[in-house]
């Protein structure tokens, strides 16, 4: 008896069960037009209400994830009832890895889920830096941090996530980086300040 086909199959349901529930991060966001307001990828984004509404939109995108991973992990359990189908199995291991992905956080002084709404209160908090830092302060966040684009002090060091603009790298290339990143940021928060 061949292992192929069952190990093919186990594959094709961990694929499906890690894509359906990131189908609204990989879909809405890059295939539809949501560029309104924000310069294009990679470029800084300037700290004003386009990107709080932007971050609002992409925490509501990354909430609608948990609504559609329903659908592959009840699947998975109903085949599994009926009989021990390798395809099950792969469902519901991939609606597990997307669980934890969203509930673990990458480091204990983060907090739960991928933009936290105490990220975004920070940021909003920023949009009249109180004291201002320079003469004509412009805040943008950049890769790693929220900078002042003309004195260049750091106001919070926090990576900047995903916010759903088309990559340079194209649409397939993009959304495969973000499927493979989660819409997290692949750099972590640097020590110093």
């Known amino acids: 008896m061949s292992l192929t086909a069952p190990i093919l199959h186990l594959i094709v349901g961990l694929i499906l069960g890690m894509i359906i529930p990131r189908f609204p991060l990989l879909f809405f966001t890059r295939f539809w037009n949501l560029e309104r307001g924000l310069p294009s990828h990679p470029d800084p984004v300037t700290v ?4 709080i509404q932007r971050l609002l939109v992409m925490r509501r995108i990354h909430r ?5 991973a329903i659908i592959p992990f009840g699947l998975g359990i109903l085949i599994l009832r009926l009989s021990p189908e390798p395809f099950a199995y792969g469902l519901v291991a991939g609606v597990a890895w997307f669980a934890l992905s969203r ?15 105490s990220l975004i209160q920070k940021i909003n ?3 009249q830096p109180d004291p201002p830092c320079c003469d004509r302060p412009m805040l943008q966040w950049e890769v790693r941090s929220i900078r002042c684009k003309h004195c260049r002090k750091m106001h919070l060091n926090a990576p900047r996530p995903d916010l759903g603009r ?20 692949p750099f ?5 300040e």
């Open 48 to 51: 004003d209400v386009p990107l």
């Open 64 to 68: 609608m994830g948990w609504v559609l």
């Open 103 to 117: 509930v673990v956080p990458l480091d204990i002084q983060s907090e739960f889920g991928i933009i936290p709404m």
């Open 125 to 127: 908090n920023l949009r």
């Open 166 to 185: 088309i990559r340079s790298d194209g649409r397939l290339r993009g959304a495969f980086r973000v499927l493979l990143t989660d819409g997290r940021s």
């Open 188 to 192: 972590s928060i640097d020590e110093e």
